[in-house]
T-cell receptor, first 116, second 115 residues
Framework: NAGVMQNPRHLVRRRGQEARLRCSPMKGHSHVYWYRQLPEEGLKFMVYLQKENIIDESGMPKERFSAEFPKEGPSILRIQQVVRGDSAAYFCASSPQRQGAYNEQFFGPGTRLTVL | AQKITQTQPGMFVQEKEAVTLDCTYD???????LFWYKQPSSGEMIFLIYQGSYDEQNATEGRYSLNFQKARKSANLVISASQLGDSAMYFC????????????FGKGTRLHILP
């Protein structure tokens, strides 16, 4: 049973370009979460999605960032016009259904974005 | 207000010794979950152990145990018989409430195991 898959694992972009990060949740999981980790920091919640719905985007920057989780295919985190401050590791996690406090989220290996 | 506090930015421990990583949390919810994750230098997030707020017994998973003191709002991770492979960043995290979706992470503790 494959875990959460993220690609690419490493992504290099120049300032002003677009970055697209992909996340395929574990089989049977319909809930996806995106987190960002700046160097030497813990992970910070960005957005929580179900299939075709954004449930909570309270951690998303207001501009340039968007996320989707279509009916078919992976979840995409899109960053337009990247700046150096966007350089970070972006982690995706998935869970099988909307659950309360008593269930873990399964994390992918992360995508390390470097903006030159 | 900071929700998860890890006061030890770094620790050095001799191999085979036990180590305790501190974590305190802040929440007004009665229902919550506490997690510890390990992040080795390769970068992935590895789930270690979970404690629910209503669990009466401390969680244990192999060499990992969680010292849960609810009144003090602390959830320290204890690693027994440390190994060189335990060298990594360790994050304490919390998920709030019955409908809590996001996990809130502390800043982490970098653990170095010395041979």
């Amino acid at each position: 049973n494959a875990g959460v898959m993220q690609n690419p694992r490493h992504l290099v972009r120049r300032r002003g370009q677009e970055a697209r990060l992909r996340c395929s949740p574990m089989k049977g999981h319909s809930h996806v979460y995106w987190y960002r980790q700046l160097p030497e920091e813990g992970l910070k919640f960005m957005v929580y999605l179900q299939k075709e719905n954004i449930i909570d985007e309270s951690g998303m920057p207001k501009e340039r960032f968007s996320a989707e989780f279509p009916k078919e295919g992976p979840s995409i985190l899109r960053i337009q016009q990247v700046v150096r401050g966007d350089s970070a590791a972006y982690f995706c996690a998935s869970s099988p259904q909307r659950q309360g406090a008593y269930n873990e989220q399964f994390f992918g290996p992360g995508t390390r974005l470097t903006v030159l | 207000a900071q929700k998860i506090t890890q006061t030890q930015p770094g620790m050095f421990v001799q191999e085979k010794e036990a180590v305790t990583l501190d974590c305190t949390y802040d929440t007004s919810d009665q229902s919550y979950g506490l997690f510890w994750y390990k992040q080795p230098s390769s970068g992935e997030m590895i789930f270690l152990i979970y404690q629910g707020s209503y669990d009466e017994q401390n969680a244990t998973e192999g060499r990992y145990s969680l010292n849960f003191q609810k009144a003090r709002k602390s959830a320290n991770l204890v690693i027994s018989a440390s190994q060189l492979g335990d060298s990594a960043m360790y994050f304490c995290a919390m998920r709030e409430g019955l409908s809590g979706d996001k996990i809130i992470f502390g800043k982490g503790t970098r653990l170095h195991i010395l041979p």
